[in-house]
T-cell receptor
C-alpha cells in the first residue's frame, strides 16, 4: 500500500485564496520532507526541503512567503499556497524521507481560476 | 540550468520489444541515479536505481546502465508491455545529499 499520502488530490480555488496541501508518511517517520511542483511536460522541480521542527530551506526562485511549508511532526508536512494566482496552477508532489527513501506522494493537482 | 536531461520527449515501442530510455547529466559529482515511472495525475513510482560504483543494475524486466565517462545512463525494459506505458523520469543525486535532480521525462507508449 501507499506509504506517503497527500490530501487533497485535486483542488480548484479562486484567485487570491489560500490552499493547504497535506503530506503524510503513513508507516514511517520522515525527518525530511521535499516538495516538488511539476508543470505540464516539464521536470519535477524541487521547491523546498523541510526538516521536522525547523524552518524549510527553499530553492532559488521559490517565494517562501508565498509557499509556506510546515513540518511540525515526523509524519506530517503541509504546503500552503497563499494568495494563489492562475500561474500557481500545477501538480504539487511531496517526497518523504531521505536518499534511501524512494516514495513520493500521489500528488495534488491545483487549479486556480 | 538543467543538470539532468532526457532528450527524447516520447518513445513508441511494439509490445514484446525492447524499450530504451536515455538520460544524460552534466554534474560529474552525481553518484546515485534513479528511474521513476509516472502515470498522469499520480506521483512518481520508484523503479530502479544505480550507484556510481556499478555500471549495471538489473531488476526483472528493468535494467539500468551507467556510463560514467559519458555521463549517460539508460533504462532498458524487455520485454515491453502495454502496462509500461507511462512517463519515465531519471534523477540524479549525491549519495551524501537528499536533493534529486530530475530530467524532463520521456513518455513511453507500448503498442499492443
Amino acid at each position: 500500500g501507499a506509504v506517503v499520502s497527500q490530501h487533497p488530490s485535486r483542488v480548484i480555488c479562486k484567485s487570491g485564496t489560500s490552499v493547504k496541501i497535506e503530506c503524510r508518511s503513513l508507516d514511517f517517520q520522515a525527518t525530511t520532507m521535499f516538495w516538488y511542483r511539476q508543470f505540464p511536460k516539464q521536470s519535477l522541480m524541487l521547491m523546498a526541503t523541510s526538516n521536522e521542527g525547523s524552518k524549510a530551506t527553499y530553492e532559488q526562485g521559490v517565494e517562501k512567503d508565498k509557499f509556506l511549508i510546515n513540518h511540525a511532526s515526523l509524519t506530517l508536512s503541509t504546503l500552503t499556497v497563499t494568495s494563489a494566482h492562475p500561474e500557481d496552477s500545477s501538480f504539487y508532489i511531496c517526497r518523504a524521507g531521505g536518499t534511501d527513501t524512494q516514495y513520493f506522494g500521489p500528488g495534488t493537482r491545483l487549479t486556480v481560476l | 540550468d538543467q543538470q539532468v536531461k532526457q532528450n527524447s520527449p516520447s518513445l513508441s515501442v511494439q509490445e514484446g520489444r525492447i524499450s530504451i530510455l536515455n538520460c544524460d547529466y552534466t554534474n560529474s559529482m552525481f553518484d546515485y541515479f534513479l528511474w521513476y515511472k509516472k502515470y498522469p495525475a499520480e506521483g512518481p513510482t520508484f523503479l530502479i536505481s544505480i550507484s556510481s560504483i556499478k555500471d549495471k543494475n538489473e531488476d526483472g524486466r528493468f535494467t539500468v546502465f551507467l556510463n560514467k565517462s559519458a555521463k549517460h545512463l539508460s533504462l532498458h525494459i524487455v520485454p515491453s508491455q502495454p502496462g509500461d506505458s507511462a512517463v519515465y523520469f531519471c534523477a540524479a543525486s549525491l549519495l551524501t545529499g537528499n536533493q534529486f535532480y530530475f530530467g524532463t521525462g520521456t513518455s513511453l507508449t507500448v503498442i499492443p
